[in-house]
């Protein structure tokens, strides 16, 4: 079938390659309870599941009428190779887990804090595909698996308010610190059997971490009827370290990165006052 690129070039296109068939599931559980009549602590329990295969269909037919997903072809004139792998079904496997925690109070007076930290971890993560061609990829045969298992995040913030002068709410300070640190892990490996097989020899891996450290603070301050002005800033330390990518037999880091960011805010508004 004869088209047009996403650069608006000529191209043919083969058959459909992401024809998926997929089932996920999906489960939360929040808990929380009241440790004083000011204190809540709470607890999210996350769980996500999906199964999922990939089939592909080939607009191609020999002379006899059976579809081509392979080899040499030759159309209008113009002789083609196709890779065992341009019209690639796949498998995938995915079991992540989520937990989520905080402290919080809420007392209305003087003084609030609130502690948050969140985990995300890819429990399972497995993609299957095979390197031999369909038909005979339809039964098995060589193939690679994408293991990501390690992939994941966790955060954590502690958060806290200040209102001096409370009976006049003149000011309401806000101040915090934030934490995050994430984490890419994936191995491809060889395999004998795509759709069953287990993971052989290496065939290329992919590693890094990036990590955040930040703090903040501002103050809202009504200096005067109707009008409110809020000044702050948050100071921000990134990081991004082990980092490497391999192939059969050898890899290689990247060189460690570190940037500091300081964006400051001030901001006026105006509120009238009902009549």
């Given at each position: 079938?004869?088209?047009?690129?996403?650069?608006?070039?000529p191209?043919?296109?083969?058959?459909?390659?992401?024809?998926?068939?997929?089932?996920q599931?999906?489960?939360?559980?929040?808990?929380?309870?009241?440790?004083?009549?000011?204190?809540?602590?709470?607890?999210?329990?996350?769980?996500?599941?999906?199964?999922?295969?990939?089939?592909?269909?080939s607009?191609?037919?020999n002379?006899?009428?059976?579809?081509?997903?392979?080899?040499?072809?030759?159309?209008?004139?113009?002789?083609?190779?196709?890779?065992?792998?341009?019209?690639?079904?796949?498998?995938?496997?995915?079991?992540?887990?989520?937990?989520?925690?905080?402290?919080?109070?809420?007392?209305?007076?003087?003084?609030?804090?609130?502690?948050?930290?969140?985990?995300?971890?890819?429990?399972?993560?497995?993609?299957?595909?095979?390197?031999?061609?369909?038909?005979?990829a339809?039964?098995?045969?060589?193939?690679?698996?994408?293991?990501?298992?390690?992939?994941?995040?966790h955060?954590?913030?502690?958060?806290?308010?200040?209102?001096?002068g409370?009976?006049?709410?003149?000011?309401?300070?806000?101040?915090?610190?934030?934490?995050?640190?994430?984490?890419?892990?994936?191995?491809?490996?060889?395999?004998?059997?795509?759709?069953?097989?287990?993971?052989?020899?290496?065939?290329?891996a992919?590693?890094?971490?990036?990590?955040?450290?930040?703090?903040?603070?501002?103050?809202?301050?009504?200096?005067?009827?109707?009008?409110?002005?809020?000044?702050g800033?948050?100071?921000?330390?990134?990081?991004?370290?082990?980092g490497?990518?391999?192939?059969?037999?050898?890899?290689?880091g990247?060189?460690?990165?570190?940037?500091?960011?300081?964006?400051?805010?001030?901001?006026?508004?105006?509120?009238?006052?009902?009549?």
């Amino acid at each position: 079938v004869a088209g047009l690129n996403t650069t608006n070039q000529p191209w043919l296109i083969l058959g459909a390659g992401t024809q998926y068939r997929t089932q996920q599931d999906h489960a939360k559980i929040k808990l929380a309870y009241d440790i004083t009549p000011t204190l809540r602590a709470s607890y999210t329990l996350g769980w996500w599941q999906n199964d999922s295969v990939s089939t592909v269909s080939s607009y191609l037919r020999n002379a006899a009428g059976n579809p081509v997903y392979s080899g040499n072809v030759n159309i209008g004139g113009m002789r083609y190779n196709l890779a065992n792998t341009d019209l690639n079904p796949s498998r995938g496997d995915q079991e992540h887990w989520l937990h989520g925690l905080s402290l919080k109070t809420k007392t209305g007076g003087e003084w609030d804090w609130e502690l948050a930290a969140s985990l995300y971890d890819y429990g399972k993560d497995i993609t299957r595909a095979p390197t031999v061609a369909v038909p005979t990829a339809l039964s098995g045969g060589a193939g690679r698996i994408t293991d990501m298992n390690g992939t994941g995040w966790h955060t954590l913030d502690l958060r806290g308010q200040w209102r001096p002068g409370l009976a006049q709410g003149q000011h309401e300070v806000s101040f915090g610190y934030h934490y995050d640190r994430y984490v890419l892990d994936t191995l491809v490996s060889d395999t004998s059997n795509w759709i069953a097989g287990s993971a052989g020899a290496r065939r290329s891996a992919f590693a890094g971490k990036t990590e955040m450290h930040a703090i903040y603070a501002q103050d809202a301050w009504k200096f005067v009827r109707d009008w409110k002005l809020t000044l702050g800033g948050r100071i921000e330390h990134w990081q991004a370290f082990d980092g490497s990518i391999s192939n059969q037999t050898t890899t290689l880091g990247y060189e460690e990165r570190n940037e500091t960011f300081f964006s400051p805010k001030a901001a006026p508004s105006f509120q009238a006052s009902p009549v």
